[in-house]
């Protein structure tokens, strides 16, 4: 889930995720091919609204475009057991 502190936009960029993506683990990135195949979704929105989606899902960050503008977003990740996150942020706890 994550939940956008301020508007989303073409100017301060937001997240591109493609659909279905989770189901094919050896997929590596998103490159032109999703806006190819019209497979893409652009979470444009506004602050305060949430995205919740499967992390699993390939998703980028599009470019900022803005002078001095931070993109600010909280981000909450909630799994089972049966899955733990390690392709992106490592296998290690920072709180251990």
Do not use: C
């Not at 939940?3 to 998103?30: A, C, E, N, R």
């Not at 992390?55 to 001095?68: D, F, V």
């Amino acid at each position: 889930v994550f939940v956008p502190l301020m508007d989303l936009d073409d100017t301060v960029g937001y997240t591109q995720f493609w659909s279905h993506t989770h189901k094919h683990p050896g997929l590596i990135g998103l490159g032109e091919a999703g806006d190819v195949l019209e497979a893409t979704y652009n979470a444009v929105v506004e602050a305060g609204s949430s995205v919740v989606y499967d992390y699993r899902l390939l998703h980028r960050g599009m470019e900022n475009n803005s002078q001095n503008t931070e993109r600010r977003i909280l981000q909450f990740f909630y799994h089972t057991d049966l899955y733990m996150e390690g392709r992106n942020y490592g296998k290690e706890s920072v709180f251990s």
